[in-house]
T-cell receptor, first 115, second 112 residues
Framework: DGGITQSPKYLFRKEGQNVTLSCEQN?????MYWYRQDPGQGLRLIYY???????QKGDIAEGYSVSREKKESFPLTVTSAQKNPTAFYLC??????????????FGQGTRLTVV | AQSVTQPDIHITVSEGASLELRCNYS??????LFWYVQSPGQGLQLLLK??????LVQGIKGFEAEFKRSQSSFNLRKPSVHWSDAAEYFC??????????FGSGTKLNVKP
């Protein structure tokens, strides 16, 4: 079945460490997104990519980095510069690159905890 | 700027009762509107979407939503709630480059 796979499901990071969250999709979607979810704040966009080798900052990109070397993959690195990284991270993809907007498909999320 | 407001943080309804979750949006052009549902620790699943045409849209699991341009609202409804509907519900508006703007969510609790 087609879908989005995020790994790991749970991740623990020591302060000062960089960690990378994996996101892979086999939907042949062009666009991919990373959202951060905190209680009571909904989803906030970190980065998005409309095409391979290109990506743009979202609303809360500071302390994060991404790459898009393959259409299927959009890993997110949480760097030590991110002051409050404990959150639930969701990866999503959409079929098109421009409007009209289509629905987003989401992975199951990665819960990152700083210890 | 695009934004979505879900004024109710928590809602509790009895099983079998009707449900309405409120959503108000701010968007300059014709909005693309979505409702998603999230079970604890899971990703989001699309319930329904509105692009144009009939302002009452039907979704999965017996949900429906009505688009009211004059009120900038897209409220989600269900005639009879089941215990399995307990989850968090997110309203979203689609923007340029398929970016989405989400509300802060409404947590639904269902009483037996």
């Amino acid at each position: 079945d087609g879908g989005i796979t995020q790994s790991p499901k749970y991740l623990f990071r020591k302060e000062g460490q960089n960690v990378t969250l994996s996101c892979e999709q086999n939907l042949n979607h062009d666009a991919m997104y990373w959202y951060r979810q905190d209680p009571g704040q909904g989803l906030r966009l970190i980065y998005y990519s409309q095409i391979v080798n290109d990506f743009q900052k979202g609303d809360i990109a500071e302390g994060y980095s991404v790459s898009r070397e393959k259409k299927e993959s959009f890993p997110l690195t949480v760097t030590s510069a991110q002051k409050n990284p404990t959150a639930f991270y969701l990866c999503a993809s959409t079929r098109g690159r421009a409007r009209p907007s289509t629905e987003a498909f989401f992975g199951q999320g990665t819960r990152l905890t700083v210890v | 700027a695009q934004s979505v407001t879900q004024p109710d943080i928590h809602i509790t309804v009895s099983e079998g009762a009707s449900l309405e979750l409120r959503c108000n949006y701010s968007y300059g052009a014709t909005p693309y509107l979505f409702w998603y549902v999230q079970s604890p620790g899971q990703g989001l699943q699309l319930l329904l979407k509105y692009f144009s045409g009939d302002t009452l849209v039907q979704g999965i699991k017996g949900f429906e939503a009505e688009f009211k341009r004059s009120q900038s609202s897209f409220n989600l409804r269900k005639p009879s709630v089941h215990w399995s509907d307990a989850a968090e519900y997110f309203c979203a508006v689609g923007g340029s480059f398929n970016k989405f703007y989400f509300g802060s969510g409404t947590k639904l609790n269902v009483k037996p």
